[in-house]
């Protein structure tokens, strides 16, 4: 399988993951033989939504304060508005995903969880896509960005980049391939 003996990290605030962008990349991983682990602030559970209405929790597999990327073998950062808006505040996870880009690992990112990357400087020179409220913030840390459901962006790391969940089975090819 593509992904076997590689283990991706998810990473999510504690709360407002779209579901969807979680769950369905998590799958994609899994069926690739990959072992996803979702890593969040806090030990314990994720509250996801399916937008603004509650759904499932998760448990968390290791706390930002323990996760390093060399842990891992590539980074997913799911959406929804409140937990890309959280995870950008969190100084840990500004480290972690810095940490990812200077090791030259693959980064998929989709809707609104690229508010991080803006904040880890990572994006400048690099061509994207987000949901469409993003697109002042990414051309304002000097990316390019673009209206597709999927861009993969080779650049100094791998950077998968995706709108919406409507575009999750392209996301899910590309972050496949990208992190083999």
Known sequence: MALTGKTIAFLVGPEGIEQAELVEPWK????????????????????????????DTFPVDATLA??????????VL??????????????EAVSLVKGFAEAGKPIAVICHGGWVLIEA???GGRTVTSWPSLQT??????????DREVVVDEGP????????PDDLPAFCRELVAAFE
């Open 137 to 146: 913030d990414y051309r304002n840390a000097g990316a390019t960005w673009v």
């Open 121 to 123: 400087d990572v994006v």
């Open 157 to 164: 790391f791998p950077l998968v980049s995706s709108r919406k």
């Open 78 to 91: 799911p959406g929804g508005v409140a937990n890309g808006d959280q995870v950008r505040t969190f100084p």
């Open 28 to 55: 994609a991983v899994q069926d690739a033989g990959g072992s996803p682990k979702l890593v969040s602030k806090e030990p314990g559970t994720v509250q996801a939504f399916h937008h603004l209405t509650p759904a």
């Open 66 to 75: 323990s996760a390093n990327a060399d842990q891992f073998d590539a980074l």
